[in-house]
């Protein structure tokens, strides 16, 4: 709607309110008995009798400003009342009652520019009021922004405080604490509720009775403190201690008190005199809305405001215009706009359906814009604004939520006025406001307050929860009271599920109306207003990461982001709907050249290649080679957003910006940070100038081989046509690659909001996500709690009335808490985890795998695409996975394989992309390979992706481990053949079966599922070429070499530790790094297993150049665990036996294991000539032990050939004692090769011969020298100079570069030294 009066342009300059002399009669607009009768009938009192027509005054525009000014009379003593606030009986102070922030304080505080909110900025910081009283009855409430730790009440002014005591810890201070719910007078007692954000504590004082009392919400919390003293020199401040980042706002009666009490006066004054005016005036404009002048028939005709139309008659236009000269001084201060304006326009949302009330707001807007001045209207709709946004955040939550529907379409109804709209969006919503608080639905922290007793009567939670979907339930017949149960549960979360879809879906509205494109009448239309706000919004909260000020709250943040995502598809859908060409929204992705192109500000978050600046140098050509974009060389050499000085800004706008109050011993005057608590006053017109790129727009099309320079634009320069384009520019598109369609997907400026969006849930969004899940775990540990109790009564003997009584009490508290936790788990359920939300989720998971699916195709310029989208690939995916179960499966939503595959896919190409540079996120894709190769159906996923994409993956789990994160490349390597190895099929370690997991959802708990493909991928791969298996197999058994090492130096110094005499303690970091090494010998002894299982030539093919090498280097490996973990009373053992917190996987059990079968490989399993072969390498190896291999199967010393083995011993460790997870087979396996072994070392010892030690190798003593070095002549084993070779090229013992290494026999070089002679 037009804002100048139903589509009619009025000028103010057209109405005097002065009477003319040249115009003796302005009544000629009407006659002068339909005027008189007129002007009576909008100008009568609202408190006196109609006057009868006969003895009235008659009224006309020359007498109208006498009668007004008598309507608008107040009693002189009123008006003098009014003017001498400050010297009111009882109260000391300012008449305008504030946060003291010059002196009345103790700590760190940052106080809003108002000087009524603050936010605790150290450990416990105090502030108190300018304004004290020492008699009668008074109030002031406060808004609690966040829920925390915080003591609110009264104190004098000799009352000292410190950053451990505050209000209520000295004498003569008083106060409240619904964080612990107590109440504080130098001791504490139990007192009163527990209050959570967006709660109202009023704070009463009676000064006759010498009492001081609380309310919450409204409710009385009954009389806290009794006798207070009195007396001369006692007067009682408001005060306030609160922790950090503790946040609340004080309402002194600046404002409308949310909860007057009776009898209790508010310290600070309403503007009694002219609220009386105000309610006047709006009284004489609710007449003018619900009469119409008929001027044919002569008469007055009553109408609906709804139906009243501004028709430009000039008595209507002048009788407002009496009415705004006076109105419009009222309308720009804050208490008369709640009291007075607010009041009405609810009532108007109240009386009539959505249309009708949106038609009278509609109307009122317009006369505002018409008749007042443009600064007064702007000042009555920022108020008004904070006074809605304020009853919307603090009002209760009541079970129909209609509180926060008739705020919301009030909100509604300001914002489809158009002129209005823009105005607040370009100044108030994001500058002033924290309007995305209009997009949160708080949750009820009492939920008998909510109502959801009534809404949930009956109450049930599951006996167990799992996150991981339907491969990881377990079926459970339920009876049939619980069936009942459940399904009485499940239909109150839908009635409750419906009322709260009432709100998202007004919610939605508001977001809509915000991102309109239609609304450019005479000015830029509102979502390019969105935009630029939006964009600045989601700067300064990923600049601000960690700093808690500057943050929108992450649970705000995902309300915001669910309604946004709504709003956005929907226009998405729309215009596909009047454009045939562009794609639905089911399809929609970022295309890649929005990365690079600069139209869209990244900020300084980091790109998938490196910081920008970089990128742009080093692919400037690749650049104007495949989008024809040539970087401006002043860009080049123009300073990154790392290097510009953030705190640099023009004189003019430092002289505007708002500043606060830094209470810390005395007000220094700082920029605001952008997000403060306080309900309303939340940012500081401020923010970091931007460098986004844009293009210039040429004036013809472009050919192929001509390029476009950039040149930089701030995000306020940004036009339409910079983001939509125009017939010759793409706008945000330019620097389309030839790999993307000509045809575009929906408008730009959606494209760039679905950007924001995913930003979003890359900030905080995810985050919360993840935290809110904690409800479901109270309630799981709730339940079992609950069903222990349970087992316990039944168990327990009934003489025993004691014991009977306590856990009678304890199973009373137990449901009484899980009834609660139940009704707020539904709340949750359907706020957060809902059907819908999950929906949306999935939705910016698909949209992120188009996104870098189509970036990929661009080769090197994917560098450029922000590392956050991989992170929200990840990251979205966990949490459709871990987050929305049990009530709701990943399974069940569309193209759920489809998107499984392709997300593998990436993970698979991109965990080893040379293109991407960051340590973090390749670490995350790393992990998030590694979690998904843990799950049967992420496992199939990955074995459906193409044979040249899987080959790809396992070529680079194969690459040497050096220089990148091996740890989880092996573990990688071990998921695919968990389920395959000796005594390998088990999910938790024998010996911790009888301790609880901390989280049996871990991806290492999970059940085993090999991929015998992926095997016979690294099968192939392994044969493939010379080089392939030993340089892997070399990095295997080096980091096998250097886990073990470590592990063994770190339990010994644990060892040690624990014999001291004196009292000590291991550090918990030390533990659990030792047991992370044990923990990757495991693994990696593993993978060995795996290797020779599925390729045993590598080790027992010597007619390969590397295979004795890697052998000998194997059974040395072997021998020395071996060695050090079954030596009779070893440290081993010991560190065993201790048990000690962070070291429960260290047992003997997975490494024996994983030896033995790397042993049975290699002995039972393989060729004739291979396993002598490998039989004669290993007792070779001097640390050769046959009683290690007896201790598998608990026997102390090698049994005689060709007896039984005997059974046994039950004191020590034994293969034999774990039947559950070593099949029959595999004991025989194990005694085949004991046999084998035993026989095999008696015979090597009968025909072994002595050697001289000089004939040693000098490197290992183990073996005879057999290898000469050329060309420097030094000599060693082959075993040790083939090893040394695989890392380096110099000699042992002159570092002179080794050319070749020749065989050596002593024997024969004498022979050829004596024949030389």
């Not at 989720?841 to 922000?866: K, N, Q, S």
């Not at 036996?1137 to 033995?1156: C, F």
Request: hydrophobic share 40%.
């Amino acid at each position: 709607m037009a804002s100048k009066g139903a589509g009619m342009a009025f000028s103010r300059k057209s109405y005097r309110l002065t009477s003319d002399t040249e115009k003796s009669r302005v009544t000629g607009i009407v006659h002068e008995k339909l005027l008189d009768d007129y002007l009576h009938r909008i100008f009568s009192s609202t408190d006196r009798a109609p006057t009868a027509a006969t003895s009235r005054k008659l009224l006309n525009f020359q007498n109208l400003p006498e009668h007004l000014d008598q309507l608008l009379h107040v009693d002189e003593e009123a008006e003098e009342e009014e003017e001498s606030q400050g010297q009111v009986e009882g109260r000391l102070g300012p008449s305008t009652v504030v946060l003291d922030h010059t002196g009345g304080f103790e700590g760190l505080l940052l106080v809003d520019d108002d000087l009524l909110g603050v936010i605790g900025h150290s450990n416990f910081g105090t502030i108190r009021s300018t304004t004290c009283v020492y008699k009668g009855k008074w109030v002031y409430e406060v808004l609690i922004s966040s829920q925390g730790l915080m003591q609110i009440g009264w104190c004098t002014i000799n009352c000292r405080f410190n950053q451990e005591e505050g209000v209520g810890d000295t004498h003569n201070s008083y106060a409240y604490d619904g964080n612990r719910v107590r109440k504080w007078n130098v001791t504490t007692t139990n007192y009163g509720k527990a209050w959570a954000a967006g709660d109202i504590v009023s704070c009463l004082i009676d000064l006759d009775e010498g009492t001081l009392s609380f309310c919450l919400n409204g409710v009385s919390l009954g009389t806290a403190f009794e006798n207070l003293s009195r007396g001369l020199g006692m007067a009682y401040f408001p005060a306030i201690s609160l922790s950090f980042k503790e946040s609340v706002a004080f309402n002194f009666g600046s404002r409308p008190l949310r909860y007057p009490v009776v009898g209790y006066r508010p310290l600070q004054d309403p503007p009694s005199a002219d609220l009386v005016r105000a309610q006047e005036l709006l009284g004489c404009f609710q007449s003018v809305l619900s009469v119409e002048l008929d001027p044919v028939q002569g008469r007055l005709v009553e109408k609906e405001s709804s139906e009243w139309q501004l028709q430009g008659q000039p008595t209507v236009l002048l009788t407002l215009a009496h009415i705004f000269h006076r109105f419009a001084p009222l309308l720009r201060k804050v208490y008369l706009v709640e009291a007075v304006l607010m009041s009405f326009l609810l009532g108007v949302v109240e009386a009539g359906t959505p249309a009708q009330a949106q038609s009278v707001v509609h109307q009122v807007l317009d006369l505002l814009w018409l008749f007042m001045e443009d600064y007064e209207v702007q000042d009555c709709l920022k108020q008004l604004m904070m006074s809605l946004l304020r009853l919307y955040r603090f009002s209760p939550i009541v079970p129909d939520l209609g509180l926060q529907i008739r705020y919301l379409r009030l909100t509604i109804a300001i914002l489809s006025h158009e002129k209005s709209r823009k105005f607040l969006l370009s100044h108030v919503l994001f500058d002033v406001l924290r309007s995305v608080v209009f997009f949160y639905i708080k949750s009820p922290l009492r939920v008998e307050e909510a109502g959801l007793q009534e809404l949930i009567p009956t109450t049930w939670w599951p006996h167990r929860s799992s996150r991981e979907g339907k491969e990881s339930k377990e079926v459970k017949d339920e009876t049939s009271e619980e069936r009942l149960r459940r399904r009485a549960y499940e239909r109150g979360c839908q009635r409750l599920k419906k009322r709260i879809e009432v709100v998202e879906e007004l919610q939605v509205q508001i977001l809509k109306l915000l991102l309109n494109n239609q609304d450019d009448n005479g000015g830029e239309a509102s979502r390019y207003i969105f935009l630029t706000k939006f964009r600045k919004f989601l700067q300064e909260n990923a600049s601000s990461r960690g700093n808690m000020p500057m943050l929108c709250p992450p649970e705000y943040m995902v309300c915001f982001l669910h309604r946004l995502i709504s709003a956005l598809r929907y226009y998405w859908d729309e215009y596909k709907a009047s454009n045939p060409c562009a794609t639905f929204s089911e399809e929609a992705y970022i295309p890649p050249q929005v990365f690079y192109n600069g139209k869209v500000d990244y900020f300084d978050l980091q790109r998938l290649g490196g910081l920008l600046s970089h990128l742009r140098k080093t692919l400037k050509d690749d650049l104007a080679s495949k989008a024809n974009i040539l970087i401006d060389p002043l860009e080049l050499q123009a300073a990154t957003m790392d290097d510009l000085d953030e705190d640099e800004e023009p004189a003019s706008a430092a002289a505007q910006r708002p500043m606060q109050a830094l209470a810390v011993g005395g007000a220094l005057p700082l920029p605001r940070p952008s997000w403060l608590s306080s309900p309303t006053l939340g940012r500081a017109n401020r923010f970091l100038s931007t460098a986004a790129v844009s293009l210039m727009t040429p004036r013809r099309p472009l050919s192929t081989s001509e390029k476009v320079k950039v040149r930089t634009l701030s995000a306020e320069q940004r036009t339409r046509e910079d983001i939509e384009g125009s017939q010759w520019n793409e706008g945000l598109l330019v620097g389309r690659p030839p790999e993307e369609p000509e045809q575009p997907l929906t408008e730009n400026s959606l494209l760039e909001v679905l950007d924001g969006a995913i930003m979003m849930y890359n900030l905080s969004v995810h985050q919360q996500l993840g935290k809110m899940v904690g409800v479901s775990d109270d309630v799981n540990e709730y339940a079992m709690a609950l069903r222990d109790t349970e087992d316990k009564l039944r168990r327990c003997p009934k003489q025993r009335k004691d014991i009977l009584a306590e856990l009678t009490k304890s199973q009373k508290v137990f449901s009484e808490k899980l009834d609660h936790l139940s009704r707020r788990l539904a709340w949750v359920h359907a706020t957060v985890y809902s059907q819908e939300k999950m929906q949306d989720i999935y939705w910016l998971l698909r949209v992120c795998l188009r996104t870098i699916e189509h970036g990929d195709r661009t080769g090197p310029l994917f560098a450029f695409m922000p590392e956050f989208y991989l992170s929200v690939a990840i990251n979205s995916y966990s949490a459709l996975k871990n987050y929305f179960g049990p009530v709701h499966s990943m399974e069940e939503l569309p193209g759920y394989e489809e998107t499984l595959t392709r997300l593998a896919a990436i993970l698979a190409k991109h965990f080893a992309d040379t293109r991407i540079v960051g340590t973090d996120i390749r670490d995350s894709l790393m992990q998030a390979l590694a979690s998904y190769v843990c799950y049967p159906n992420s496992l199939r996923a990955v074995e459906r992706i193409p044979e040249e994409q899987r080959i790809a993956m396992v070529r680079s789990l194969l690459a040497p481990y050096e220089q990148r994160p091996w740890a989880q490349t092996n573990w990688i390597l071990v998921r695919l053949w968990r389920g395959c190895g000796f005594g390998y099929r088990y999910t938790r370690l024998p010996h911790l079966l009888k301790t609880k997991p901390e989280d049996a959802n871990l991806p290492s708990l999970q059940k085993p599922c090999p991929s015998t493909l992926l095997q016979q991928h690294m099968a192939d791969l392994l044969r493939e070429g010379p080089e392939v298996a030993p340089s892997f197999l070399n990095s295997v058994l080096n980091q096998l070499n250097w886990a073990f090492s470590e592990f063994i130096g770190m339990i010994q110094e644990i060892q040690q530790a624990a014999e001291r005499l004196e009292r000590n303690f291991v550090d918990s970091r030390q533990l659990k790094v030792c047991a992370t090494c044990f923990d990757l010998s495991v693994s990696l002894l593993r993978v060995l297993e795996m290797t020779i299982t599925l390729v045993p030539e590598i080790f027992l093919d010597w007619a390969q150049p590397t295979s004795e090498m890697l052998l000998r280097r194997l059974a040395q490996l072997l021998n020395q665990v071996l060695n050090r973990v079954t030596a009779e009373r070893n440290l081993f053992d010991r560190v065993v036996t201790l048990r000690l917190p962070g070291l429960e996987s260290v047992d003997h059990y997975p490494i024996l294991v994983a030896v033995t079968g790397i042993l049975v490989r290699l002995l039972v399993h393989g060729p004739a000539s291979g396993t002598e072969r490998a039989t004669s390498v290993l007792l070779a190896d001097p640390c050769f032990q046959l009683r290690s291999i007896c201790y598998l199967l608990g026997q102390p010393e090698p049994p005689t050939p060709g007896t039984a083995l005997p059974a046994p011993d039950q004191k020590r460790f034994s293969l034999q004692s774990y039947t559950d997870y070593i099949s029959v087979e595999e004991l025989a396996q194990v005694e085949q090769m004991l046999a084998h072994l035993t026989s095999a070392s008696a015979q090597a010892a009968a025909a072994s011969l002595p050697t001289s030690e000089e004939d040693l190798c000098p490197i290992c003593y183990a073996h005879p020298i057999s290898a000469v070095f050329q060309p420097c002549g030094h000599k060693s084993c082959k075993a040790c100079i083939n090893q040394h070779l695989m890392n380096n090229k110099d000699c042992f013992f002159c570092k002179a570069t080794i050319v070749s290494v020749e065989d050596w026999d002593k024997a024969a070089s004498a022979s050829a030294t004596s024949s030389a002679a």
